[in-house]
């Protein structure tokens, strides 16, 4: 059975950059397109970006466009992102899910799913 874990959060001033990573063990990821999501306390998960099985496409929500990088690596069973210019509403517990496609941004469409990782933006 799939498993993803995920880590790379923590807490960071407003501004400031992190990298999360999202690792995948008993499958490959090959073959999964794989997004990440976000929930803040209070609110309902929300979809963030998410990368196509080849990595050929990606997707972002508008509030973190041209901020925040998805990337993913098969050979490293990998999928990555990167955050920039952080600000404080953008903490959030962070999420990786994979899904046999085609994308998008309904956490229903998610089969597999990690554990999240803790983002703390500070103003």
């Known amino acids: 059975q799939e498993q993803l874990v995920e880590s790379g959060g923590g807490t960071v001033q407003a501004g400031g950059s992190l990298r999360l990573s999202c690792a995948a063990s008993?499958?490959?990821?090959?073959?999964?397109?794989v997004g990440w999501f976000r929930q803040a306390p209070g609110k309902e998960r929300e979809f963030v970006a998410a990368?196509?099985?080849?990595?050929?496409?990606?997707y972002y929500a508008h509030s973190v466009k041209d901020r925040f990088t998805i990337s993913r690596d098969n050979a490293k069973n990998t999928v990555w992102l990167r955050m920039s210019s952080l600000k404080p509403e953008d903490t959030a517990v962070y999420y990786c899910a994979a899904t046999t496609g085609p994308v998008t941004g309904s956490v229903g469409d998610y089969i597999y799913w990690g554990q999240g990782t803790q983002v703390t933006v500070s103003s």
């Open positions: 008993g499958r490959t990821f090959r073959g999964f397109d």
């Open positions: 990368v196509t099985w080849n990595g050929g496409s990606t």
